[in-house]
Structures are given as C-alpha cells and as structure tokens.
C-alpha cells in the first residue's frame, strides 16, 4: 500500500525545548489524519514542518513519497498546493456563502474558473457539507 505520510524519527528542538522528539508515524493512501493534543505538545510544530515552513532537527518527512529535505525553496508553493489542512481557525470569508469560500479557495490555488463550478459541489460532498452552500 501506498503511503501518503511518513515520518521517519522526527525531532524539531528550538534551543532548551525539544517541540517535537523522536515520532515516527505512517498514513496510508486513502486515510484522514486528525492531530489532537493539549497545547503546547507539539501540533503546530508538525504542521509547520509539514508544509515545510520550519526543517526538521533530525529525521526524514516524506509526502505522497516525496522527501521534503530534498524539496528547493522554489518547488515549496506547488507542494503546499497540492496538500490541504483545515487550521483550528480556517478564516472563512464572512460575507461570502459556503459555496463562495469554497469557490474561492479553488481559484486561489489556481483552478480554472471552468472547473470550479463542478468542483466546489464534489469538495462540498467530500467534507460531508452537501445541502449547506
């Protein structure tokens, strides 16, 4: 089976404080990844060297088999669009319908305006958020 995530001995230390020690975790393909935890344990840091805004100290990260070590600071933005997280506090557009928002974020990740129409109902289902457009 096919991996979509795979930290190998994971460890993110700022100085004194050891944010992330020593995790090692495998998502399939196919699989929803939910990260809780009290804060200050360490779920921000994980995220952010997932979406390779911080490095780890040691170990490897590999997503959809790519090693992110290995990513230039240039092929960083097409990697983070072609991943998507839904943050504690995701901002949605208060003046605009779900359908809008979604539309939205669509077309900042650069979706032809085309597609967007078909696509937003197919998001909607996916997030189990049909009939709240």
Do not use: C
Not at 49 to 65: F, H, M, N, S, Y
């Amino acid at each position: 089976m096919d991996m979509l995530l795979e930290l190998d001995h994971i460890s993110k230390i700022y100085g004194d404080l050891h944010a992330v020690d020593d995790l090692s975790l495998t998502v399939p393909q196919g699989e929803w990844l939910a990260i809780v935890g009290s804060s200050g344990s360490g779920k921000t840091t994980l995220l952010s060297l997932l979406l390779r805004e911080e490095e780890a100290t040691d170990g490897e990260i590999r997503v959809a088999g790519n090693d992110l070590r290995r990513l230039t600071n240039r092929q960083v933005p097409q990697y983070r669009r072609s991943i998507g997280f839904v943050f504690q506090d995701y901002k949605l557009l208060a003046n605009k319908t779900v359908w809008q928002n979604v539309a939205f974020a669509l077309e900042v990740i650069g979706t032809r305006r085309s597609a967007i129409k078909s696509l937003v109902p197919q998001v909607l289902q996916t997030v189990g958020l049909t009939g709240k457009e």
